[in-house]
């Protein structure tokens, strides 16, 4: 990475698009079968959640980004916190395995948050911008 330079993960835009389309199609079919209420209640929550987290991807889409200075995390919904390197105590991935699953999530511990990221979030491996990090934050030790 080149001084002055911004690395950022974002969530990828087909994954987005996904959203959205589920988000339309469940709507969609709450209208369609109207006469049904039991049916048009759970697909109207269902239409919702999918609302909720399309318009999440699109309102912060960049998870995290990365520079000389620190970090830039989301929080909460779409909410954006700047973090300088040496507030942050750790940097890991957490691998954990249950039944046939496998769920990575890339840690960032500071000393009153614990920020977690999924690869659906970075739109990259977990393990990749871990290392990402390791590297820019060694970097800017110096």
Request: proline share 3%; glycine share 6%; hydrophobic share 50%.
């Amino acid at each position: 990475m080149n001084a002055g330079a911004r690395r950022r993960w974002r969530v990828p835009p087909g994954q987005v698009a996904v959203k959205c389309a589920a988000a339309a199609a469940v709507t969609a079919l709450a209208v369609l079968y109207g006469h049904d209420p039991q049916f048009v209640f759970l697909a109207a929550a269902a239409a919702v959640g999918l609302n909720a987290l399309a318009l999440r991807d699109l309102v912060a889409p960049v998870r995290l980004a990365a520079d000389e200075g620190g970090l830039t995390v989301v929080t909460g919904y779409a909410g954006r916190r700047r973090v300088a390197w040496d507030e942050i105590s750790a940097i890991r991935v957490d691998e954990r395995r249950r039944l046939l699953l496998r769920t990575r999530m890339l840690e960032i511990e500071t000393a009153d948050d614990l920020h977690l990221l999924s690869a659906f979030d970075l739109g990259a491996d977990v393990h990749d911008v871990a290392d990402e990090l390791y590297r820019l934050r060694a970097r800017t030790s110096r």
